[in-house]
Nanobody, 114 residues
Framework: VRIVESGGGLVQPGGSLRISCTMS????????LSWYRQSPGKARELVAR???????TYSDSVKDRFTASKNSTKNILYLQMNSLKSEDTAVYYC?????????WGQGIQVTVSP
């Protein structure tokens, strides 16, 4: 599965941004879809996870601000990020679990700064 993230960039605190993850195979065939992020000097952390049954969970740090969704026609996973804070600055990675194999995107930078 090839994965390409897009939509990152610079946004001011309090602003919004939507990043996308386009995959080469049917998104509905994936067992698990996730967004991770990694800030300099920190471990990669799970941001949101969408299971095959459609249930989505979020980390406490982004709950009520971030929303993961998917477009099954276009095979795209989205992460809508609202009320962004400086601590949301990170490289965001799309992760897919399919048939017991992990697939990662290349990562995309999101910077929250005045």
């Amino acid at each position: 599965v090839r994965i390409v993230e897009s939509g990152g960039g610079l946004v001011q605190p309090g602003g919004s941004l939507r990043i996308s993850c386009t995959m080469s195979r049917s998104i509905d065939a994936m067992y698990q879809l996730s967004w991770y992020r990694q800030s300099p000097g920190k471990a990669r952390e799970l941001v949101a996870r969408m299971s095959s049954n459609g249930a989505t969970t979020y980390s406490d740090s982004v709950k009520d601000r971030f929303t993961a969704s998917k477009n099954s026609t276009k095979n795209i996973l989205y992460l809508q990020m609202n009320s962004l804070k400086s601590e949301d600055t990170a490289v965001y990675y799309c992760h897919v679990l399919r048939m017991g194999t992990n697939f990662w995107g290349q990562g995309i930078q999101v910077t929250v700064s005045p």
